[in-house]
C-alpha cells in the first residue's frame, strides 16, 4: 500500500485521463434531452466491473475494453459444475489479448502500460503484438510475426492498398479465408474482393529471399537444401504466429503452476476463428469455444458485466490466531460499506454478492497473493497452499505478513447464468453430417493448404446449421462476421450459441504423440529455428519471474539485478531474457567453468 512512486505515477496518469473522460460523458450525455438524469448510465473498468458515469474514472479504464469481452466468455464458456478452467484468446487485427478464469476473475493491482506504472485493480490481462494485421518479416536468420502491423490503412498486402504482407495474406493464400466470401469494399470504389495475387506476389519474393539465404547457410553447414514453396513459407509463418501468441498463454498458466492442457480455450475477435484449432494443438488443449457473437464478444460481455464497489485497507499485521480475530472483524466492517454503496445505488441484498481477500505474503519478499476467503479454510494455510503451487516451494518458519485487506462487492442487474452451453450439449442429439454436399448448409467445396499439402474442405454457412450437426473438419464455417477453420483431425459441434471444436476423441492420443515426437535435426531451418525461439525465450523470461517475485534479496527483488538465460551442455547461450544483457558477457564463462569443476558429478536437478 506505500510504494509511493507508482501511487505517483497512477496519480499523474488519473488525473491526465479523467478531464477527458469527463467531457466525454458530458457530450454524450448532451445528446439526450434531460442528460442523465432520469435513466442509468454505467461504464466498463479495467477490473471488469461496472461504475457509473459519476464514478468512473482514467484509472480505472486503461483496460476496459479487453476487460469486457474476459466477462463475456467467463459467464457465457465456463462450467460452473465441471469448474474447468478458461484461457481467453481475444484475436484482433494488431494484438491478441489472453487471459484466465476459473471461476474467479484473475486480478492484478500493479502493472506496466507504455512505460507507465499503474496501481489499480485490473483483469490479468496478458497482450502480444500479434494479429490479423501482424506484419510477416525474415530477419536474422528467424521468421518474424510483428510487433510492426499493417493496421487499417495500408492494411496487408490483400487489402489492394500497397501494404506490406500480414498474417491476413497467409490465411488468405492458404485458402483459410476465401476472398469471395469475404465482405467486397476493397479498391478504390470499395467493390472488390480481396487480392489473392497481390498476396501471391509478395509471398514470392519473400519466399525467394528465404530459400536464398537458407541455402547459403546450409552450403557452409554442409547440409542439403530444398526450397520451400510459396505456401510452406505461408504455413511457416502462421506457425511462428500461433507460437507468438502461445507465449503469453503460458506465462498466464505453466508460469503459475497450472497445467494448460486442463484447460478449455474462449476464442473470440475477428480473427480468432481462423487459429483456434491450431492454438489448441499447440497447446494440448481438446475443447475450444467460439460464441456466435466472437467478433463483438466485448460488447456483449458488457451487457453480462456486474457493477462492482471494492473497498481496501492497509493492515501490515503478522498473520497469528491472535490478529485474526481483529483482522476479521475489518474485514466485516469493510463489507458493510461496499453493501451500503450498493444498497445506494438501487441494489438489494438479493442482488449483492460479496468477496473477501487478505493480501498475504512471506516476511522479507515483495510478493503478495491475494487469499480469497473460503468457508472452512484458514487463510495462513490456504496462502501457502497457493504460493507453494505457483511457486514450487514453502518458506516454513517464516512469519505470513498481511499487507492489506480487500473487499469486492458486486450487484446484479441481470441473472446471469454461466455456462448454459455445457447444460446444451448434456441434451443435444448429435447429427454428424455425412454428405456435405446435400447439406442445406453447404456453400463448395475448396482447397486449403495444411502441414502436408492441399486438402478438400467443405464451406458451411453457420446460420443454416442446426444445433446439434457436427461438421467434420477440414472444414471452414461462416457467419456474416467470422470466418471458422476446422483444422483436420477436429470436429465442429453446433448449438444454438457458439461453435464448439474438439479434437476427435479417436485420433488424440495418437495425434498427440505424433506431435510430441515429430522429427527434430541439426537441419537449418527457419521455420523451426523460429519456433524454438520463441519456447526457449518464454522459459528464460519465466526463470526470471520467477525468481524476482521469490527472491528475499533488495537487489534482486527491487533493482532487478539479475539475468536469466539457457545454454546447450556445452555451455554456448541458446536464449536470454530481456534482463541485464551486460551479464551474458560472463555468464557462458562461467557456466563452461562449472560444466568443467563438477564434470561427472551434475545430475539432473542440480
Avoid at 503460458?250 to 473470440?268: I, N, P, S, Y
Avoid at 450459441?497 to 541439426?522: I, M, N, P
Wanted: proline share 5%.
Amino acid at each position: 500500500m506505500v510504494k509511493i512512486v507508482p501511487r505517483a505515477h497512477s496519480a499523474t496518469v488519473d488525473a491526465y485521463l479523467t478531464p477527458g473522460i469527463r467531457r466525454y460523458a458530458e457530450g454524450f450525455s448532451s445528446g439526450f434531452d434531460s442528460g442523465f438524469s432520469n435513466m442509468r448510465v454505467d461504464f466498463m473498468q479495467s477490473d471488469g466491473g461496472l461504475a457509473p458515469v459519476n464514478k468512473f474514472t482514467g484509472l480505472r479504464a486503461i483496460l476496459s475494453g479487453p476487460a469486457a469481452g474476459v466477462v463475456g466468455y467467463a459467464v457465457t464458456c465456463h462450467d460452473p459444475d465441471s469448474k474447468v478452467p478458461v484461457i481467453g484468446f481475444d484475436m484482433g487485427g494488431t494484438s491478441t489479448d489472453v487471459s484466465r478464469f476459473d471461476g474467479r476473475f484473475d486480478h492484478i493491482y500493479e502493472a506496466m502500460t507504455a512505460g507507465v506504472t499503474i496501481q489499480a485493480p485490473q483483469l490479468n490481462i496478458n497482450t502480444v503484438a500479434a494479429g490479423g494485421g501482424s506484419c510477416l518479416l525474415f530477419r536474422n536468420g528467424l521468421m518474424m510475426v510483428g510487433p510492426e502491423s499493417a493496421g487499417a490503412h495500408p492494411g496487408p498486402a490483400c487489402y489492394r492498398k500497397g501494404g506490406p504482407l500480414a498474417v491476413t495474406d497467409a490465411n488468405l493464400l492458404l485458402g483459410r479465408l476465401q476472398a469471395k466470401h469475404f465482405p467486397w469494399i476493397f479498391g478504390p470504389g470499395e467493390d472488390q474482393p480481396l487480392d489473392v495475387e497481390a498476396a501471391r506476389s509478395q509471398f514470392l519474393q519473400l519466399a525467394q529471399s528465404i530459400n536464398s539465404k537458407t541455402s547459403a547457410e546450409r552450403s557452409l553447414l554442409g547440409q542439403h537444401h530444398d526450397d520451400k514453396s510459396v505456401e510452406d513459407v505461408a504455413l511457416g509463418f502462421l506457425e511462428v504466429a500461433n507460437e507468438t501468441m502461445c507465449r503469453p498463454i503460458r506465462a498466464l498458466t505453466e508460469a503459475k503452476g497450472h497445467d494448460v492442457q486442463q484447460h478449455d480455450l474462449a476464442c473470440f475477435g475477428g480473427a480468432g476463428g481462423q487459429h483456434a484449432c491450431a492454438v489448441a494443438d499447440n497447446l494440448g488443449i481438446r475443447r475450444v469455444f467460439v460464441h456466435r457473437l466472437a467478433s463483438v464478444l466485448s460488447a456483449y460481455g458488457l451487457a453480462l458485466a456486474e457493477v462492482v464497489h471494492e473497498e481496501q485497507a492497509p493492515a501490515a499485521d503478522v498473520w497469528s490466531m491472535a490478529t485474526c480475530n481483529a483482522l476479521i472483524s475489518r474485514l466485516d466492517d469493510l463489507t458493510s460499506v461496499c453493501r451500503s454503496k450498493l444498497h445506494s445505488q438501487g441494489f438489494s441484498d438479493a442482488q449483492i454478492r460479496v468477496d473477501r481477500f487478505f493480501n498475504m505474503r512471506y516476511d522479507g519478499t515483495d510478493t503478495s497473493i491475494m487469499v480469497p476467503e473460503r468457508v472452512g479454510a484458514e487463510f495462513g494455510a490456504e496462502f501457502e497452499a497457493m504460493h507453494c503451487h505457483e511457486f514450487g516451494f514453502e518458506l516454513h518458519g517464516r512469519d505470513i505478513v498481511v499487507d492489506d485487506l480487500r473487499v469486492r462487492a458486486m450487484g446484479a442487474q441481470t441473472e446471469a447464468k454461466y455456462g448454459e452451453v455445457h447444460d446444451e450439449l448434456l441434451h443435444l442429439c448429435p447429427a454428424p453430417v455425412l454428405c456435405p454436399a446435400t447439406h442445406p448448409a453447404f456453400v463448395e467445396n475448396v482447397s486449403v493448404y495444411f502441414r502436408g499439402g492441399l486438402r478438400n474442405a467443405a464451406i458451411f454457412k453457420l446460420d443454416r446449421l442446426a444445433p446439434g450437426d457436427i461438421v467434420a473438419g477440414p472444414a471452414i464455417i461462416l457467419d456474416a462476421h467470422n470466418t471458422v477453420l476446422v483444422e483436420p483431425e477436429w470436429r465442429a459441434t453446433v448449438t444454438s450459441s457458439q461453435l464448439v471444436l474438439e479434437r476427435d476423441s479417436a485420433v488424440f492420443s495418437a495425434s498427440t504423440e505424433k506431435r510430441s515426437c515429430r522429427r527434430a535435426t541439426t537441419d537449418l531451418d527457419p521455420i523451426q529455428l523460429s519456433v524454438f525461439s520463441h519456447r526457449f525465450m518464454a522459459i528464460a523470461e519465466q526463470m526470471g519471474r520467477t525468481l524476482e517475485k521469490t527472491s528475499t534479496s533488495t537487489n534482486i527483488k527491487e533493482r532487478l539485478d539479475f539475468s536469466c538465460a539457457l545454454f546447450d551442455p556445452t555451455g554456448n547461450l541458446v536464449a536470454n531474457a530481456p534482463h541485464i544483457p551486460v551479464h551474458l558477457g560472463s555468464m557462458s564463462h562461467a557456466v563452461q567453468f562449472q560444466l568443467k569443476q563438477f564434470a561427472g558429478d551434475l545430475v539432473e536437478g542440480d
